[in-house]
């Protein structure tokens, strides 16, 4: 299911660890299939284990510091300090990737309460009741929560869009 995946893409940063947390939810949803209620949303309950099996596994790991090879290290050096960098290609991967960045940063800065709902809104295209079953939590939070979300990203990219020429209007 791409939208899974997309899902764990955006909450992992990564393409490898989006993989095993896509393959961990479906592994406890197997588990637990006969716990599945019918007549409910499985796609909020595929979304609501994906996001337990995250915060149980994925946080614990970051707070570990990464160990690292000396070896590895070495031989990662060893093999790009050959490669010859072409200074126009890399003005453009610097550029392209320039805007994905400054908005990337923004969104992992929010609460993760926010960053959730304004992911699975803004990004993902769900509904607000999709996100409260997902959530377990009312309508009114999703939209408090997407509300709050949006004012935070407002703010922290607004000279963002000052510096690349867009008008921006700020509150009185």
Same mark, same amino acid.
């Given at each position: 299911?791409?939208?899974?995946?997309?899902?764990?893409?955006?909450?992992?940063?990564?393409?490898?660890?989006?993989?095993?947390?896509?393959?961990?939810?479906?592994?406890?949803?197997?588990?637990?299939?006969?716990?599945?209620? /019918? =007549?409910?949303?499985? /796609?909020?309950?595929?979304?609501? +284990?994906? /996001?337990?099996c995250y915060i149980n596994k994925y946080r614990k790991n970051k707070k570990e510091p990464t160990k690292v090879?000396?070896?590895d290290v070495q031989n990662f050096y060893d093999s790009i300090k050959a490669d010859v960098v072409d200074p126009?290609?890399?003005?453009? /991967?610097?550029?392209?990737?320039?805007?994905?960045?400054?908005? +990337?940063?923004?969104?992992?800065?929010?609460?993760?309460?926010?960053?959730?709902?304004?992911?699975?809104?803004?990004?993902?295209?769900?509904?607000?009741?999709? +996100?409260?079953?997902?959530?377990?939590?009312?309508? =009114?939070?999703?939209?408090?929560?997407?509300?709050? =979300?949006?004012? +935070?990203?407002?703010?922290?990219?607004?000279?963002?869009?000052?510096?690349?020429?867009?008008?921006?209007?700020?509150?009185?």
């Open positions: 299911m791409k939208l899974l995946y997309n899902y764990a893409m955006r909450m992992t940063g990564d393409h490898l660890d989006a993989d095993d947390l896509l393959q961990d939810t479906y592994m406890r949803a197997f588990r637990f299939f006969h716990k599945f209620e /019918k =007549g409910t949303n499985c /796609k909020a309950w595929l979304f609501r +284990i994906m /996001k337990n090879d000396y070896e126009n290609d890399l003005e453009h /991967k610097v550029f392209s990737n320039l805007l994905d960045d400054d908005l +990337i940063n923004a969104l992992n800065s929010l609460q993760d309460d926010y960053k959730t709902v304004v992911i699975l809104c803004d990004l993902e295209g769900l509904s607000y009741e999709e +996100i409260a079953e997902f959530l377990d939590c009312p309508i =009114g939070t999703v939209r408090s929560r997407l509300h709050r =979300g949006r004012k +935070i990203l407002q703010k922290k990219l607004v000279d963002y869009a000052k510096s690349r020429g867009y008008e921006v209007e700020t509150e009185a």
